[in-house]
């Protein structure tokens, strides 16, 4: 989150002020959890992280938006859950692989997880689409960290 200022005038009197740009135009929250969802977009909101955030409760359903969105709807970056039921974060990233090779460059995937298992890890890293591996909860010093 780059500072940026700016001045005006009022009064005669010039006033200067920092606001904070956000690193990124729009984000996807993808977590079944909805107490995880609420915080995530909370700490995401209250960091200028981002300008828009949209959340789905139910992978499929995101999936079934991303077919449909038009270029200028779709997120920058998506934080995506492992643990979920019907569709896991695995399941998610076989069908993102099946979408539009331009959304896939543009669309940078973040998995999310409380699972401390090592075959998670490990198969997530090894997924060309995962740029990022965190464990739960997200921080604002992680979301500062993020660079992808």
């Known amino acids: 989150m780059e500072p940026k200022t700016t001045t005006q005038t009022i009064g005669g009197t010039i006033q200067t002020a920092e606001h904070s740009v956000p690193k990124y135009e729009s984000v996807m929250l993808i977590d079944d959890n909805t107490i995880d969802t609420f915080i995530n977009r909370k700490l995401i909101e209250n960091n200028a992280f981002c300008s828009r955030v949209t ?20 997120p920058e970056l998506i934080f995506l859950d492992i643990m979920m039921p019907e569709m896991d974060g695995f399941a998610f990233l076989e069908a993102f692989e ?20 090592f075959k998670d890890l490990n198969r997530a890293n090894k997924n060309v689409l995962v740029r990022k591996f965190l464990n739960k909860p997200l921080t604002a010093d992680m979301l500062k960290a993020i660079h992808v």
Do not use: H, P
Request: proline share 0%.
């Open 55 to 74: 959340s789905y409760n139910d992978a499929r359903e995101a999936i079934d938006f991303l077919k449909q969105a038009s270029e200028q709807e779709w």
């Open 98 to 117: 099946r979408l539009d090779r331009g959304q896939k460059n543009r669309i940078k995937v973040v998995m999310l997880s409380t699972s401390d298992s």
